[in-house]
């Protein structure tokens, strides 16, 4: 009985874990804080951070006798306030789950970090393999292709509106990235993102079906404004006949 409670408990230390990790990613060669926070300044403990539950990067000796940095990190370990590090110029190998732990009489991690290294995603071409154009409406196919994978895409759009074939279906490739087209404001989009990094090409509709654009509303925006303006100034225009006549009208009545 009390084994299966003590089994119990360890399942929801187990499952509590991750949440005490915060996910973080980073760009390949770019830097990252470790920051921790101790409550009470541990005096008499050893203040680690370790990688991947194994590696010690860095020990923070007790009594201000200084701080002990693995030979593996050292020149890629800068030393902060307060027990926070920084590591400098990351690699995917670089990638895992980074502790802080103090160490007494037992070990007690105070912060955890699982760090994703990340490449910027390759750039993209967005190409408009054909196009039908007849008086009613007008289709596009159109294709994008990154480094490692490529999406097709078809876009309909008749004398007010395009749409998307199918809808938007973005893709993962190979690295983990999105490969996603869209249409954004009369123009289609292919967007390569990753956690840390975005390319894109895009292709105005317009340009490849005149008479089918869809009517950009920037464009509304300005056509109101213009008339907007014409009529204030109509406006000012027929005041100023007005009281003109009106003047007149009295000058003659005196
Ligand atoms: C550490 O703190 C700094 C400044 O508040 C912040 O920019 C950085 O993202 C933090 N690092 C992590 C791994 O959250
Ligand atoms: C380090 O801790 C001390 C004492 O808690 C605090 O006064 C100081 O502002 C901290 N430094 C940083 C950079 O957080
Ligand atoms: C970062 O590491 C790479 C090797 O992974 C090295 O070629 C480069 O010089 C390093 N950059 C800095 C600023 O240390
Ligand atoms: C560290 O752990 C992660 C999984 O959390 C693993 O993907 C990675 O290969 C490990 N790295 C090393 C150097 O052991
Ligand atoms: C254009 O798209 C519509 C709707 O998907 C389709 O029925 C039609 O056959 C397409 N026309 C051409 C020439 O591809
Ligand atoms: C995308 O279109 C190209 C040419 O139109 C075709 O060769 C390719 O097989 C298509 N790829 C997918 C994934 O549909
Ligand atoms: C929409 O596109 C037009 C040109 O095609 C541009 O002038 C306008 O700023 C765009 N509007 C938005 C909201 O992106
Ligand atoms: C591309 O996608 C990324 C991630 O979703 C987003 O942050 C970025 O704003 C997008 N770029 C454009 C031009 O939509």
């Known amino acids: 009985m009390?084994?299966?409670?003590?089994?119990g408990l360890l399942v929801c230390i187990e499952a509590q874990e991750p949440s005490a990790v915060t996910p973080v990613f980073v760009q390949k060669r770019e830097d990252v804080l470790l920051n921790v926070t101790i409550a009470d300044d541990p005096k008499e403990d050893i203040v680690t951070w370790r990688f991947n539950k194994t590696v010690n990067l860095v020990r923070f000796l007790p009594g201000n006798l200084g701080a002990k940095v693995s030979d593996d990190y050292s020149g890629r370990i800068e030393l902060l306030e307060n027990?926070?590090?920084?590591?400098?110029?990351?690699?995917?190998?670089?990638?895992?789950?980074y502790t802080a732990v103090v160490s007494g009489d037992t070990d007690k991690q105070i912060t955890g970090y699982k760090i994703t290294v990340q490449d910027p995603v390759s750039p993209v071409k967005l190409s408009v393999d054909s196009v039908s154009n007849r008086p009613d409406w007008c289709n596009l196919t159109v294709s994008c292709r990154a480094q490692d994978s490529h999406i097709n895409s078809t876009f309909r759009c008749d004398t007010?509106?395009?749409?998307?074939?199918?809808?938007?279906?973005?893709?993962?490739?190979?690295?983990?990235?999105d490969l996603h087209v869209y249409l954004s404001n009369g123009s289609i989009i292919c967007n390569h993102s990753n956690q840390v990094s975005w390319t894109k090409d895009m292709k105005i509709i317009k340009h490849f079906c005149p008479r089918h654009a869809e009517s950009d509303p920037?464009?509304?925006?300005?056509?109101?404004?213009?008339?907007?303006?014409?009529?204030?100034?109509l406006i000012i225009m027929v005041a100023a006949v007005i009281t003109v006549h009106l003047m007149e009208k009295l000058k003659k009545r005196k």
Request: net charge neutral.
């Open 83 to 97: 027990y926070s590090v920084k590591l400098k110029n990351l690699t995917e190998a670089d990638s895992g789950v």
């Open 218 to 233: 920037a464009g509304l925006s300005v056509c109101l404004l213009k008339t907007a303006v014409l009529s204030v100034g």
């Open 160 to 177: 007010h509106t395009c749409s998307q074939e199918g809808g938007e279906r973005p893709q993962v490739t190979p690295s983990a990235a």
């Open 2 to 7: 009390s084994i299966f409670v003590i089994l």
